[in-house]
């Protein structure tokens, strides 16, 4: 047998937690935003997701560029979007660094609509190869079911946001659901809810207590995160509401905050 340091391992990381305006919002003296604990520094919402064989963005936050300089990123094979929403697009052309040291295009997932709203706004990205080394150069891949990328399966899922629809992201391997990410929704349908129902660690938007047209509230996140029973859950897409501390004691056993910087792995089964 393997000893435990060399099993394969798909390697998460909370590269922002942070609503759209992130935390601390521009201008706002109140408590969280002048606290200093770094766990109430917010950027907008992105992970990272790495296995032996791929590494994996999910989305360019505005705070894109000093998220992976933070997080030490130095490549990167494939990017998926959950949709076109500014505080998930806007890094976008700071891809261009990772055009570079990748030394060709990058792929990037998502949806038919969320692709065609990147292409409308970066449009020079696109199409014709790009003209000088420096630019951002990406192949786009519109998936609408699952797919397998870095010997892991990966399973878009639509949940509602407003004018848009998202799509969230379930990370999963031999059958066995590791990870379902779910930024920005106003609900859970019960489709998706049976698609992650069970799964190992669940990411889900929390966005406040006060309710919101197209958020989850903390109350709604903790309602889907018990109905989809997920062994454990995070919430993301914070505002400056609550304190890291004072969220914590409002959550029941088993739900969490994320936090940037936030890291946790999971074993994977040998695939040779
Ligand atoms: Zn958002
Ligand atoms: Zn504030
Ligand atoms: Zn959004």
New binding site residues.
């Given amino acids: 047998m393997p000893d435990e340091n060399s099993l394969p391992k798909m390697q998460v990381t909370v590269l922002g937690s942070g609503t759209?305006q992130g935390v601390p919002m521009i201008g706002c003296r109140c408590p969280v935003c002048l606290s200093t604990d770094p766990r109430d520094k917010r950027t907008r919402s992105s992970i990272y997701v790495t296995t032996p064989q791929a590494k994996i963005l999910v989305d360019t936050t505005p705070d894109m560029r000093q998220q992976a300089l933070r997080e030490g990123l130095d490549h990167l094979d494939a990017v998926l979007f959950t949709?076109p929403?500014a505080?998930?697009i806007m890094g976008f052309d700071d891809l261009r660094r990772f055009c570079d040291l990748k030394g060709g295009a990058l792929d990037i997932y998502g949806s038919a609509e969320t692709l065609e709203q990147i292409e409308r706004i970066f449009f020079y990205a696109f199409n014709p190869p790009r003209k000088v080394p420096g630019y951002v150069h990406v192949v786009p891949h519109i998936v609408a079911g699952p797919f397998e990328l870095g010997g892991v399966e990966i399973t878009p899922l639509p949940v509602p946001?407003g004018a848009?629809s998202?799509s969230g992201f379930l990370f999963s391997q031999g059958g066995r659901k590791l990870l379902a990410y779910l930024s920005?929704c106003a609900s859970v349908p019960e489709s998706v809810r049976a698609t992650v129902e069970g799964v190992e660690v669940l990411i889900i938007d929390g966005l406040r207590d006060r309710p919101h047209p197209?958020h989850l509230t903390v109350s709604g996140a903790v309602e889907a995160a018990l109905a989809i029973g997920a062994w454990k859950s995070f919430l993301t897409h914070q505002t400056h509401e609550k304190s890291h501390v004072d969220r914590m004691q409002q959550l029941p056993a088993g739900i969490d905050v994320a936090f940037d910087g936030m890291k946790f792995e999971f074993e994977l089964k040998m695939t040779v």
Avoid: A, K, L, W
């Fill in positions: 759209s949709h929403h505080d998930h946001h848009v998202t920005d197209t």
